[in-house]
């Protein structure tokens, strides 16, 4: 789930591989996919939880299904490019502890 939407396989992996176009949904998705793939493997979701609802929250705040097209210098969009860097800071293991460097699902 991203947001408020259910996504199968198949559309993951479609955003996965959309270029963001500087569309700071899609910046945002692709940063939140691989970090809750990292909690169902096994990582420590304490550090970034409230980053993954606050995240969740943003994309719920659209109806249908991404992209969104949501301008990287919208306020919005500034609130999920922010949210994505800091999802991707863990995703590379910055808030993990020595040794705990969540897999990576790329």
């Known amino acids: 789930m991203l947001g408020s939407q259910t996504y199968n396989m198949t559309e993951l992996l479609a955003i996965l591989n959309t270029p963001s176009g500087g569309d700071a949904s899609i910046i ?11 909690i169902a493997n096994g990582s420590d979701p304490t550090p970034i939880s409230s980053t993954i609802t606050h995240a969740d929250s943003l994309l719920s705040m659209f109806s ?3 992209p969104y097209h949501v ?7 500034r609130m999920m ?3 994505a860097d800091r999802l991707d800071r863990y ?3 910055e ?3 020595k040794g705990d460097v969540p897999p990576s699902p790329r």
């Open 28 to 38: 945002l998705a692709k940063q939140l996919i691989a970090a809750k793939l990292n």
């Open 64 to 66: 249908g299904k991404l």
């Open 71 to 77: 301008g990287r210098s919208t306020p919005i969009g």
């Open 81 to 83: 490019v922010r949210d």
């Open 91 to 93: 995703n590379n293991g």
């Open 95 to 97: 808030y993990c502890r």
